[in-house]
């Protein structure tokens, strides 16, 4: 693109788009990235640099950019027709798709939608309804979420999430959920080792007290004529909090509790689905045993192509929503797009991609590459954390390794080593003081080895304020 071309349009950017979570006066005053073009794990700006896609442009994609198969999917059906309605029309990618989903989360139903935010909304109304019509709450129905949780940015989905520097705004507007502890083993109030770590030995024994902690949460409401309708969760990695990852057998013990209590389980897999958190399913929670009630599923949906997203729902639930016309127990729910045809057809040949041995093969290298090669980090003095989890890569950034104190959210040290991986070619986003490595599963030997560079040559670079 040509110089003039380049500034004509970062001057229409800057005088009329707004961009999300971004502080806008210090976007207005930077020269952002223009990015034109992507080829596998490669994304090209406006004037030809390269840079690597460390974060999968934010979770989304799986396969790379421009894979062949996926183009010619959306061809394909663009060649049919772009988008018809689900309103009182069935579409065959969308009923494929539905089949395959189906069959691989082991759920009966799905609702599609658009986004993470609103197939966690469609789950949050479904868990509402349907236990408001089978009765298994007394009063009105009540969640219970994980501390720190981020669940999407629509209403429902902002009161079920407990980031107060992103809620806090909106109390307002927002119904009141309860939140239980997140086994933060980094950060274990119980100065307990992780349960499956190596080192285990040289701390104190963990007695899951974060398990007996949810459960007194759970019970006490009960007891007091409060009772949870459901758990909400991000099974195996809680993202936007701090890429936090559970210890094995945490998921099926606070699974057990809640469907004990009667409790739905809600699983947000919008971030963790489609074999992100490695294992042989795709879904990260059905590969512990544990298949919920509602599984929220958006993001690699569509191999990162198109905005599309589904709910998944058991028979049971279905079930409460079916009857005479004038019953009116319809799902009053849906939006111009659902199981938009296009989507639909893009992420159903991502899931045959998935299911194919070069994809396993694929996600074994990379997680295996990950595990060698992050612990390089040690050298540096900031690095409090090093979680690995699959293909999903965080390091935690502190001020002090010793006694694990954060660095201060202002000083956006993260965003800082960011920064600087992005003028050696890596684009990723930091969650707060965690630099998250999440690359598409067709990174290759050599573009990993950039990617480790980059954040080793950073972090270099970094000299707390
Ligand atoms: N749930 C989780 C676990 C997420 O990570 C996100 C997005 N980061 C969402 C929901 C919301 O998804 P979206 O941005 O597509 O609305």
Same mark, same amino acid.
């Given at each position: 693109?040509?110089?003039?071309?380049?500034?004509?349009?970062?001057?229409?950017?800057?005088?009329?788009?707004?961009?999300?979570?971004?502080?806008? %006066?210090?976007?207005?005053?930077? !020269?952002?990235?223009?990015?034109?073009?992507?080829?596998?794990?490669?994304?090209?700006?406006?004037?030809?640099?390269?840079?690597?896609?460390? @974060?999968?442009?934010?979770?989304? @994609?799986?396969?790379?950019? !421009?894979?062949? %198969?996926?183009?010619?999917?959306?061809?394909?059906?663009?060649?049919?027709?772009?988008?018809?309605?689900?309103?009182?029309?069935?579409?065959?990618? +969308?009923?494929?798709?539905?089949? !395959?989903?189906?069959?691989?989360?082991? =759920?009966?139903?799905?609702?599609?939608?658009?986004?993470?935010?609103?197939?966690?909304?469609?789950?949050?109304?479904?868990?509402?309804?349907?236990?408001? %019509?089978?009765?298994?709450?007394?009063?009105?129905?009540?969640?219970?979420? /994980?501390?720190?949780?981020?669940?999407?940015?629509?209403?429902?989905?902002?009161?079920?999430?407990?980031?107060?520097?992103?809620?806090?705004?909106?109390?307002?507007?927002?119904?009141?959920?309860?939140?239980?502890?997140?086994?933060?083993?980094?950060?274990?109030?119980?100065?307990?080792?992780?349960?499956?770590?190596?080192?285990?030995?040289?701390?104190?024994?963990?007695?899951?007290?974060?398990?007996?902690?949810?459960?007194?949460?759970?019970?006490? +409401?009960?007891?007091?004529?409060?009772?949870?309708?459901?758990?909400?969760?991000?099974?195996?990695?809680?993202?936007?909090?701090?890429?936090?990852?559970?210890?094995?057998?945490?998921?099926?013990?606070?699974?057990?509790?809640?469907?004990?209590?009667?409790?739905?389980?809600?699983?947000?897999?919008? /971030?963790?689905?489609?074999?992100?958190?490695?294992?042989?399913? =795709?879904?990260?929670?059905?590969?512990?045993?544990?298949?919920?009630?509602?599984?929220?599923?958006?993001?690699?949906?569509?191999?990162?192509?198109?905005?599309?997203?589904?709910?998944?729902?058991?028979?049971?639930?279905?079930?409460?929503?079916?009857?005479?016309?004038?019953?009116?127990?319809?799902?009053?729910?849906?939006?111009?797009?659902?199981?938009?045809? =296009?989507?639909?057809?893009?992420?159903?040949?991502?899931?045959?991609?998935?299911?194919?041995?070069?994809?396993?093969?694929?996600?074994?290298?990379?997680?295996?590459?990950?595990?060698?090669?992050?612990?390089?980090?040690?050298?540096?003095?900031?690095?409090?954390?090093? !979680?690995?989890?699959?293909?999903?890569?965080?390091?935690?950034?502190?001020?002090?390794?010793?006694?694990?104190?954060?660095?201060?959210?202002?000083?956006?040290?993260?965003?800082?080593?960011?920064?600087?991986?992005?003028? %050696?070619?890596?684009?990723?986003?930091?969650?707060?003081?965690?630099?998250? =490595?999440?690359?598409?599963?067709?990174?290759?030997?050599?573009?990993?080895?950039?990617?480790?560079?980059?954040?080793?040559?950073?972090?270099?670079?970094?000299?707390?304020?």
């Amino acid at each position: 693109m040509s110089k003039q071309g380049i500034r004509s349009v970062v001057a229409m950017d800057h005088a009329h788009v707004w961009h999300p979570f971004t502080q806008m %006066r210090d976007w207005l005053g930077s !020269r952002p990235i223009v990015l034109v073009s992507g080829k596998g794990s490669v994304l090209r700006d406006a004037n030809g640099k390269e840079y690597l896609d460390a @974060n999968s442009s934010i979770w989304t @994609n799986l396969h790379g950019h !421009r894979h062949p %198969r996926l183009d010619m999917a959306v061809r394909r059906q663009l060649a049919k027709v772009a988008h018809v309605s689900a309103l009182g029309f069935a579409n065959v990618p +969308a009923s494929r798709l539905a089949s !395959r989903l189906s069959r691989e989360a082991g =759920l009966p139903k799905v609702f599609f939608s658009d986004d993470g935010s609103t197939a966690m909304e469609t789950a949050l109304k479904l868990a509402h309804e349907f236990t408001r %019509r089978t009765r298994r709450a007394r009063a009105r129905t009540r969640f219970v979420s /994980m501390e720190g949780a981020y669940h999407g940015d629509t209403v429902g989905a902002v009161s079920l999430g407990h980031i107060d520097l992103f809620h806090r705004a909106y109390g307002g507007l927002l119904f009141p959920t309860d939140s239980v502890m997140s086994p933060y083993c980094y950060r274990c109030p119980f100065n307990r080792a992780r349960p499956d770590a190596a080192d285990a030995r040289s701390y104190r024994k963990c007695n899951w007290e974060c398990v007996g902690r949810f459960e007194s949460v759970v019970t006490k +409401a009960s007891r007091h004529g409060k009772a949870h309708a459901a758990f909400v969760y991000e099974p195996v990695v809680q993202g936007a909090a701090g890429m936090i990852m559970q210890p094995d057998g945490w998921l099926q013990r606070v699974a057990d509790i809640a469907r004990g209590h009667g409790l739905l389980l809600v699983a947000d897999e919008v /971030m963790t689905g489609f074999g992100r958190t490695g294992g042989d399913g =795709l879904f990260a929670g059905n590969n512990q045993d544990v298949v919920p009630d509602l599984l929220a599923v958006a993001k690699g949906l569509s191999g990162g192509y198109l905005p599309l997203a589904a709910t998944l729902a058991s028979q049971p639930i279905f079930d409460a929503f079916t009857g005479e016309y004038g019953e009116f127990k319809t799902f009053f729910h849906g939006h111009s797009y659902t199981a938009n045809p =296009l989507g639909c057809a893009v992420a159903l040949e991502s899931m045959k991609l998935l299911s194919s041995k070069a994809s396993i093969r694929q996600r074994d290298l990379l997680a295996s590459w990950m595990q060698r090669d992050l612990p390089r980090l040690w050298r540096h003095d900031a690095v409090g954390d090093i !979680r690995v989890e699959g293909t999903l890569g965080a390091v935690e950034l502190v001020r002090n390794r010793a006694t694990r104190q954060p660095f201060h959210l202002a000083e956006r040290v993260g965003a800082r080593v960011c920064d600087a991986m992005a003028r %050696r070619g890596v684009l990723t986003r930091p969650v707060g003081n965690v630099v998250v =490595l999440m690359p598409p599963y067709c990174t290759t030997a050599g573009q990993w080895g950039r990617i480790i560079e980059a954040i080793d040559d950073a972090m270099e670079e970094l000299s707390p304020a």
